[in-house]
């Protein structure tokens, strides 16, 4: 038998997720981060992503202005980096600063890579689509980077609970 309920309660059972980490900065080059759940491969050739970010997020407004981002794996030891990225806002706090991670120099985008994480890819948007209260902002990948500890990846199992995995 199946039971009808609100669509949130249909949604609590998709999880485990893959939690991302995104870059952007403002005019002047100061970097944010925002923590993402909404995030998937789109294109193999050319490599492409698609993240869907809350038109209210100043994220939102960074990447919009600048077509441009770093999506990052985070990878185990920064639960706490996820929680707060994805709690305060760039547009009060600098959130490298608040959670100690290290900004890397990228190569052909302006946003850092996170030195903690496992997995570094610089994007540029090549298309968006603003669904509802969401943009989904489509970034073709122009490289990518893994860590030389290459330590498991997080996922959140739900409830913001995260649990590394490594599968590779
Ligand atoms: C685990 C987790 C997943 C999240 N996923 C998304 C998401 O996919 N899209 C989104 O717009 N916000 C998401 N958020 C909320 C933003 O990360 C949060 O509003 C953040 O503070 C916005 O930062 P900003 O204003 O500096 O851009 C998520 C938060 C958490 C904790």
Known sequence: MLREVPVEEAWRRKY???TILVVSVNREGRPNIITLGWNMPTSVRPPMVA????VSRYSHKLISESGEFVLAFPSEGMENAILFCGTYSGRDVDKFKATGLTPIKAKYVKPPLIGEATVNMECRIASSIRTGDHTIFVGEILTAYVSED?????????????KGFKCW
């Open 51 to 54: 993240i869907s970010i809350g």
């Open 16 to 18: 485990p997720e893959r």
């Open 150 to 162: 290459d330590k498991p990846v997080l996922f959140n199992m739900g409830n913001c609970v995260f």
